[in-house]
């Protein structure tokens, strides 16, 4: 993170929460200041630090690092979230769209959507059957995610016992909800599996920098609840697409003026509701879309062969040969 960007950052948040405000206690002594506090906060996220361990560096009982961490995380999900995990707006995905189209060859991709298992250490004995696959023998907590090219998570689902599959966190997940509605812009979300592995690796480079970037997603040991544990993972995923932002690598940029327009969702249950939900889930559609998508790909690769080749066999001889 450059130093910009946490000065930004310590900013918002002592505007915005009281908690990281400087303050005097009954004698006049000052007591931490917001960076102080701040960097505490991060200091647990970034390097998985336990909150009793900043006493000697930051002389900050176990208690106030604790607290810098919850208040930290509410206010960055309540005041940053809106922005850095909106939904895009029409021109992000004509934007989107074009990115993908001109890197993977893919019409209509909007991101790449994979599941992370997140161990967690410290899972209560009663959640231990519910949260635990026999592939990873531990408790997981699993995140959905989709991720554009340039890493920046698109949506977010946590809180998922690591128990269930792919498709039963897909049917769990609300990233259809707004299709399902009507409330959505105009856009074609299309599901590929085979010919959409090398897209994939997208949202794997997303996680791998995730983890790479905040230590504390690694364990998840020392929080137990539920609610604990979505804070820190929502304020990780925020500050990655702040990170993304100040470095100048987003695709799409922020247009405050720009914003979704508000249609009257329909009624849930009822017979258009229940239309979309067939068409989303049509196994028939999915085939036809794969098979449209292979003969797209294997069409663009036959005419880069053809530019390649020339279209004259005698033009492979030079003049050489005539001599």
Same mark, same amino acid.
């Not at 004509?94 to 019409?107: D, E, K, M, Y």
């Not at 991101?111 to 997140?118: F, V």
């Not at 304020?235 to 987003?250: F, K, P, V, Y």
């Given at each position: 993170?450059?130093? *910009?960007?946490?000065?930004?950052?310590?900013?918002?948040?002592?505007?915005?929460?009281?908690?990281?405000?400087?303050? +005097?206690?009954?004698?006049?002594?000052?007591?931490?200041?917001?960076?102080?506090?701040?960097?505490?906060?991060?200091?647990?996220?970034?390097?998985?630090?336990?909150?009793?361990?900043?006493?000697?560096?930051?002389?900050? #009982?176990?208690?106030?690092?604790?607290?810098?961490?919850?208040?930290?995380?509410?206010?960055?999900?309540?005041?940053?979230?809106?922005?850095?995990?909106?939904?895009?707006?029409? &021109?992000?995905?004509?934007?989107?769209?074009?990115?993908?189209?001109?890197?993977?060859?893919?019409?209509?991709?909007?991101?790449?959507?994979?599941?992370?298992?997140?161990?967690?250490?410290?899972?209560?004995?009663? +959640?231990?059957?519910?949260?635990?696959? *026999?592939?990873?023998?531990?408790?997981?907590?699993?995140?959905?995610?989709?991720?554009?090219?340039?890493?920046?998570?698109?949506?977010?689902?946590?809180?998922?016992?690591?128990?269930?599959?792919?498709?039963?966190?897909?049917?769990? #997940?609300? =990233?259809?909800?707004?299709?399902?509605?009507?409330?959505?812009?105009?856009?074609?979300?299309?599901?590929?599996?085979?010919?959409?592995?090398?897209?994939?690796?997208?949202?794997?480079?997303?996680?791998?920098?995730?983890?790479?970037?905040?230590?504390?997603?690694?364990?998840?040991?020392?929080?137990?609840?539920?609610?604990?544990?979505?804070?820190?993972?929502?304020?990780?995923? =925020?500050?990655?697409?702040?990170?993304?932002?100040?470095?100048?690598?987003?695709?799409?940029?922020?247009?405050?003026?720009?914003?979704?327009?508000?249609?009257?969702?329909?009624?849930?249950? *009822?017979?258009? +509701?229940?239309? &979309?939900?067939?068409?989303?889930?049509?196994?028939?559609?999915?085939? &036809?879309?794969?098979?449209?998508?292979?003969?797209?790909? +294997?069409?663009?690769?036959?005419? &880069?062969?053809?530019?390649?080749?020339?279209?004259?066999?005698?033009?492979?001889?030079?003049?050489?040969?005539?001599?």
């Amino acid at each position: 993170m450059l130093k *910009g960007l946490f000065v930004r950052i310590v900013e918002d948040v002592t505007r915005e929460c009281s908690f990281f405000q400087q303050r +005097y206690d009954a004698r006049g002594t000052p007591g931490f200041t917001p960076v102080q506090k701040y960097t505490a906060a991060l200091r647990q996220l970034a390097y998985d630090i336990p909150p009793d361990a900043l006493d000697e560096s930051f002389r900050m #009982s176990a208690r106030i690092a604790r607290d810098s961490l919850h208040f930290f995380c509410k206010t960055v999900i309540q005041f940053c979230g809106p922005k850095y995990l909106r939904k895009p707006t029409r &021109n992000a995905i004509l934007q989107l769209q074009a990115h993908h189209a001109s890197v993977h060859g893919f019409p209509g991709m909007l991101g790449s959507l994979d599941c992370l298992n997140c161990a967690w250490e410290n899972c209560p004995t009663a +959640y231990h059957v519910q949260f635990t696959r *026999g592939n990873h023998g531990h408790p997981t907590i699993i995140l959905e995610a989709v991720s554009s090219q340039d890493m920046w998570i698109r949506h977010a689902f946590f809180g998922s016992p690591g128990s269930i599959n792919d498709i039963n966190i897909l049917n769990r #997940s609300p =990233i259809f909800n707004n299709i399902y509605d009507g409330s959505a812009p105009d856009s074609s979300f299309q599901k590929f599996k085979r010919a959409q592995e090398r897209a994939k690796k997208d949202v794997e480079r997303a996680f791998g920098a995730l983890k790479k970037r905040w230590f504390i997603l690694k364990k998840l040991a020392a929080y137990l609840g539920e609610e604990k544990l979505q804070e820190i993972m929502y304020t990780c995923l =925020i500050l990655h697409n702040m990170i993304i932002e100040d470095e100048g690598r987003a695709i799409c940029a922020f247009d405050e003026e720009e914003t979704i327009p508000k249609i009257q969702p329909i009624e849930i249950g *009822g017979e258009e +509701y229940i239309n &979309n939900r067939a068409e989303i889930c049509c196994t028939e559609t999915f085939h &036809n879309l794969r098979n449209d998508l292979e003969e797209h790909i +294997y069409g663009v690769q036959n005419i &880069n062969l053809n530019l390649d080749q020339p279209d004259d066999p005698e033009d492979e001889f030079s003049e050489k040969d005539f001599m």
